[in-house]
């Protein structure tokens, strides 16, 4: 009989996401909490796993926390949309005396505030630092001798031991195979089975953070060690599609093509087929393909991101339209669907983007397809490098339930925060509708049909959740708040301004003062330094006052009955809202335009001012970027000759946009 162990009972939770995203009909867990499972049950502990995603209908939340009172121990996993229902499992099971480890991708970038919720962070991979944690949590020993813990010593003081090192090849060959009988309350037979059977990868690009957390070097499992472990889980399970989970499958080739070759000589073919991640160069690969649709990959997906060249290269994404297209063709001739992944919300992409993504995607006959918004995830070198991390650059939001790819959290810098969001989703929309599901019906493909089905109605129900539907209309209302603010202010707009430019915002006026006239307002200028006086705050406008034929043309410019805005483009750091300021009963209104370039809402700040003449907020966005990318071909008419195809497609349909009148 085996003693018991200070913590012999151990429950790993793997949280839900509370919204509604591309996955949600397809639930796939993820394999570090069912492998570091495993390694406890080996050490002799009675060990669960809860897969919240894959629970049986039938198992309430009420029921979860039941099983979670009976732990010794409570291990989370997160990742950052998920990481405020991973707080919640956490908060209340401390509160009932459970002490809590808690790990993942979003509490290793954030162990500073995952401590304020658990006992012991655990950062990066764990699969030697976890086993060593709970040998010094059982004997109580030294923490600080545990790689990539973050904890609180006996004083109180949150203590960050070094990382510790990425497990090598030969630890992921020595791991033991997931035991998946640990599931609780899960049917695992049929279903989609997922294989983590490499780590890494080496493109880092800007919006992925897998490089930061895994390495960029791959590290693997053995081709023969990865067949041993599907052939046990589906002769157990029978699963009807088969997903190799790990990054780029055609990153290691001779090893896949070991595994593809097993997988035929076993004659492991699930009903639906295989799918896997991986670059377009695999096309190249006759003998590859040939292998694929030999073993019975039903799909390859492919992280194509963006049609716009701009935006590909902004990223980091190494590869061309023109690649893209041709990785299309080759899979499609071998009788290979694709599944397109994209990514929109650059500051290189506008509303065509959208528009030529949908007329690509159909034309080039993707047979699923999925859009997510561009979003700042901790760990990438968006985070870092465009400044979200620090502040420099604003977020919409930082509820992390919302970074989903389904929410916009930037605001784009050619595009206004609602226009994106909306269109991101009216772009999903306008692939899966029901003709099109049909369409692939009536041609006898059921699997498309169901996929595409269900597609349409996750959009559905996105657009019909109350909290995304809110979520919708906060970003509406921000356009709109500093107008209804004004409403208060001046009952009648005389669509007249002073535009007081500062030192910093000259090489902007151009652009500034054309986007206001096409919206119809009359723009006044002041002369050279009221704006840069201005911008230090309202304290100067006694001074201003004093000096006024200094600055101004017409001490009439001065009136609200004459005018309606003093407007001061200057550099506001990353305030993203403008901020209409009274500073006298009779005096315009002043508003900061903030240029800053780091911070990249000028066009958002743009609009909002517009929406002050102008009903159409999308009119007024289409207005701004037709003048901004007219003005930039005006001072460099070289720029356009250097642009992709697929900008230049985009500036043409702009400068052909309406015009606001």
């Not at 509303?351 to 949908?358: E, G, S, V």
């Not at 007329?359 to 979200?388: C, I, Y």
């Not at 930037?410 to 899966?432: C, D, H, I, S, W």
Request: with cysteine; aromatic share 10%; hydrophobic share 40%.
């Amino acid at each position: 009989m085996k003693s018991r162990k200070r913590f012999q009972r151990v429950v790993f939770i793997e949280p839900k996401s509370t919204h509604i995203h591309v996955y949600s009909s397809v639930h796939i867990p993820r394999v570090g909490s069912i492998l570091l499972a495993t390694i406890l049950q080996e050490r002799g502990h009675d060990v669960t796993v809860i897969i919240e995603d894959m629970l049986h209908k039938k198992v309430t939340e009420e029921m979860v926390w039941q099983k979670i009172l009976q732990a010794d121990l409570l291990c989370i996993s997160s990742i950052t949309s998920t990481a405020l229902r991973c707080y919640m499992w956490a908060d209340r099971a401390r509160a009932a005396g459970i002490p809590v480890v808690m790990g993942g991708t979003h509490v290793t970038y954030f162990p500073e505030e995952a401590i304020e919720h658990a006992d012991y962070v655990m950062r990066g991979e764990c699969d030697e630092s976890f086993p060593l944690f709970m040998d010094v949590l059982e004997s109580d020993g030294d923490f600080a001798t545990v790689p990539g813990l973050t904890w609180r010593d006996k004083s109180g003081e949150v203590r960050h031991n070094p990382d510790a090192k990425l497990p090598s090849s030969a630890v992921l060959e020595a791991n033991p195979f997931p035991n998946y009988e640990l599931l609780w309350e899960t049917n695992l037979h049929g279903g989609v089975a997922s294989f983590a059977l490499a780590r890494g990868c080496p493109f880092n690009c800007s919006f992925c953070s897998v490089t930061k957390f895994n390495g960029a070097a791959i590290r693997t499992i053995s081709a023969q060690r990865s067949l041993d472990m599907i052939e046990d889980y589906w002769k157990r399970y029978k699963p009807h599609y088969i997903f190799f989970a790990e990054d780029i499958f055609n990153q290691m080739r001779t090893r896949a093509k070991e595994i593809m070759r097993g997988l035929i000589e076993r004659k492991i073919r699930p009903s639906i087929g295989f799918g896997a991640q991986m670059r377009h160069e695999v096309v190249h690969d006759k003998e590859f393909l040939e292998l694929m649709r030999e073993a019975g990959f039903d799909r390859a997906m492919v992280g194509f991101e963006s049609i716009n060249q701009a935006s590909l290269d902004l990223c980091g994404k190494r590869e061309t339209v023109e690649q893209i297209e041709h990785a299309i063709r080759e899979f499609h001739r071998y009788g290979i669907k694709v599944h397109g992944m994209f990514v929109a919300g650059f500051d290189t992409d506008t509303p065509q983007t959208f528009r030529d993504t949908l007329a690509f995607v159909k034309k080039h006959h993707l047979d699923s397809f999925q859009l997510m918004l561009l979003t700042p995830l901790p760990g990438t070198r968006d985070w870092h490098n465009e400044g979200f991390g620090d502040g420099r650059r604003p977020m919409i939001t930082r509820e992390w339930s919302k970074f989903d790819g389904h929410h916009v959290i930037q605001v784009p810098k050619l595009m206004t925060a609602y226009e994106a969001n909306l269109l991101a989703l009216e772009t999903m929309r306008g692939f899966y509708t029901l003709p099109r599901a049909f369409g692939r019906l009536l041609k006898g493909d059921f699997v498309e049909f169901i996929m595409r089905l269900e597609g349409h109605f996750l959009i559905r129900k996105w657009f019909k959740t109350p909290e995304n539907r809110q979520y919708l209309e906060m970003l509406r209302r921000q356009l709109e708040e500093p107008k209804q603010q004004v409403a208060e202010k001046i009952r009648v707009l005389r669509r007249r301004i002073v535009i007081a430019h500062t030192e910093a915002s000259l090489a902007l006026r151009d652009t500034i003062d054309r986007f206001f006239a096409e919206i119809g307002v009359r723009v006044e200028h002041s002369r050279a330094g009221l704006g840069d006086l201005l911008a230090q705050g309202q304290s100067r406008w006694e001074e201003v006052r004093a000096r006024i034929t200094e600055y101004l043309a017409d001490k009439g410019w001065l009136r609200r009955d004459e005018v309606d805005f003093v407007v001061v483009p200057t550099d506001c750091g990353s305030e993203a809202k403008i901020k209409p300021e009274e500073v006298a009963p009779d005096v315009p209104l002043l508003v900061r335009l903030n240029i800053n370039e780091q911070a990249k809402v000028l066009a958002e700040q743009c609009v909002q001012i517009a929406l002050h003449y102008t009903q159409d907020a999308l009119a007024a966005a289409e207005t701004f970027r037709r003048v901004v990318l007219e003005q930039a071909q005006q001072l460099n008419p070289l720029v356009a000759a250097a642009q992709p195809a697929a900008v230049v497609r985009q500036n043409q349909a702009l400068t052909r946009g309406r015009r606001l009148q």
